[in-house]
């Protein structure tokens, strides 16, 4: 056994890479980037590690890792599940052979994200497992338990992340490393295809095994539950992921910490005995989870009325955002602490101090690096549009959706993947004129060739403007999953007529020139493409190193 110092994406990767992982897919999108970056560099030759061109591919390549009998882990962020949704949802009916684990982070408080769904309702929706480690050990242990859990159940296995724990740095111990599965293609191919009389049959057998999955809950070693006995106590806790880590942290600090009984949920679907227990054992159940009330939810409709379950729902615990050791002292009976009896903010003025979720830091709004290629571009939209008074500029997901913030002020919608073509689209079916999309290399591969498919077919009268930085950016620098020199090839392929597809350098000195090209084809009444190409700074600057 050895010691890594790692962070809780890295832990999870190598102890996929101990379990005898074979094949990683994944789409890079903070927090959950770092995984599939650990594996591309620490992995041994002829290990699969790569980027795909969305979420969706991603699992789908992974499902033939499984089905060849081998160990597959797909790594996204929360939204990314939205796109690989389809291919998820379905394998649940499958006969996973080899064991497939997918790693999803979520972003509670959205520090770089448009929503803070929490995925594990999707564990939940395709009737899968899921695990939800506390730490980085957590991180490590559970992803070999996961792909063990997996070929038992031939279910895939979600592990569910969250921003703090993939994004922060411990020690952890590893385990002896586990060979790969040989190569070994499932033989019960009815059990693969999903055509209705087949996966009727699958679903019921999905159904079938949901009582295995509450009674491995219930002796799972990631659901502990801690009854010290005795009278019944006024509170007990039932806590998930971080949650348990900020209860334990606060915990010396109740009255006689070592009589609050609790239930730590690590492995879901949530150990229903085990809370029945816990609610015997208590006059109020404060439920402490990271993102939606889940189990709140769940535990309301499983105990009687007697029972007082509090949590997010009456508001004890913060709704929204990401808990914290500090805002959930409440539902411990503590006080908030005051940061100036701490003396850490002396000199900060009346009222900062008084929401417990104030940061002692001054708020730094997240702006384009200084000399961005993207500045560029926005401010050729901007002098271009300036002869459209009624234009609208849609954006999308990647560094240019910071050019909503002055001073370039250009985008009025962001909305997900691909959805700046759509968005325009639609806006100029509406009537609008006239609808200018902005859209990244990256993001166009990912899901912004459909989008043009429906513009091009329907002649809507949109220019896009595809912003070439020659790499993912927003996420540190991945490669594009294709050089963005065949767009060109691409869209005309499509059918976008070639003299209205230009490239053109987004360089300080060309404005005037790449704002004519953009008047010009935003007053054609058909679908024109300008891709605006530099490289981004911070890639060309690693690039140097
Ligand atoms: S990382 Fe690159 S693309 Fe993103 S803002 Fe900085 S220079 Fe621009």
Request: charged share 20%.
């Amino acid at each position: 056994m050895s010691s890594h110092i790692v962070l809780g994406d890295e832990a999870l990767a190598l102890g996929a890479l101990h379990a005898g992982l074979s094949a990683a897919y994944g789409y890079p999108g903070t927090p959950s980037t770092e995984i599939l970056e650990y594996l591309q560099g620490n992995s041994p030759s002829g290990f699969v590690a790569q980027w795909c061109a969305n979420e969706k591919t991603a699992y789908e390549e992974a499902l033939g890792t499984s089905f060849a009998g081998r160990r597959a882990l797909v790594t996204m962020k929360h939204v990314g599940l939205n796109v690989a949704a389809d291919p998820f949802m379905n394998s649940a009916l499958l006969n996973l052979k080899g064991g497939l684990v997918l790693a999803v982070a979520d972003d509670p408080s959205m520090h770089s994200s448009q929503n803070e769904q929490d995925s594990r309702f999707f564990a939940d929706f395709a009737h899968v497992p899921c695990l939800e480690p506390t730490d980085q050990q957590e991180c490590y242990d559970m992803v070999r338990a996961a792909f063990d859990l997996s070929e038992e159940l031939h279910l895939p296995v979600v592990i569910r992340l969250v921003t703090r724990l993939s994004h922060s740095r411990s020690s952890i111990e590893d385990a002896p490393a586990r060979a790969q599965n040989p190569l070994a293609k499932a033989q019960d191919k009815h059990n693969w295809m999903l055509i209705p009389a087949l996966a009727k049959k699958r679903w019921d057998h999905v159904l079938s095994v949901q009582g295995r999955l509450l009674a491995l809950s219930e002796v799972s070693p990631w659901n502990p539950l801690h009854l010290p006995g005795g009278p019944k106590a006024k509170v007990g806790y039932l806590c998930t992921g971080l949650g348990f880590n900020y209860f334990r942290e606060n915990l010396p600090e109740v009255a006689h910490p070592d009589r609050v009984p609790y239930l730590q949920i690590g492995q879901y679907p949530p150990p229903a005995d085990k809370i029945r227990q816990l609610a015997d054992a208590v006059e109020t159940l404060v439920v402490l989870e990271e993102g939606y009330p889940l189990v709140e939810r769940l535990v309301k409709g499983l105990l009687p009325t007697t029972v007082r379950v509090r949590g997010k729902l009456d508001g004890l615990v913060p709704r929204s955002g990401e808990l914290t050791p500090e805002n959930i002292r409440p539902a411990l009976g503590l006080p908030l602490l005051e940061c100036r009896s701490l003396g850490l903010a002396s000199d900060l003025p009346e009222g900062v101090c008084d929401d417990a979720d104030s940061s002692l830091l001054p708020g730094r709004p997240p702006q384009l690096c200084k000399g961005c290629p993207h500045g560029d571009s926005y401010e050729a939209i901007q002098d271009a549009i300036a002869d459209f008074p009624d234009a609208v500029v849609t954006a999308d997901i990647g560094c240019y959706a910071l050019g909503v913030l002055p001073p370039y002020a250009v985008p009025e919608t962001i909305i997900c993947m691909g959805a700046s073509i759509g968005v325009a689209k639609g806006a100029w079916e509406a009537g609008l004129r006239h609808a200018v999309a902005v859209i990244g290399d990256s993001t166009f591969y990912h899901s912004g060739l459909t989008p043009l498919i429906d513009a091009i077919s329907a002649k809507a009268g949109i220019t896009v403007v595809i912003v070439d930085n020659s790499t993912v950016g927003m996420t540190g620098g991945q490669d594009t999953i294709l050089p963005g020199s065949r767009i060109p090839a691409v869209v005309q392929a499509l059918g976008v007529e070639a003299d209205h597809i230009h490239v053109v350098d987004a360089l300080p000195k060309n404005r005037a020139a790449n704002a004519r090209i953009l008047r010009q084809e935003i007053g054609y009444p058909g679908v024109s493409v300008v891709i605006s190409v530099r490289e981004c700074l911070e890639t060309l600057r690693k690039v140097k190193k």
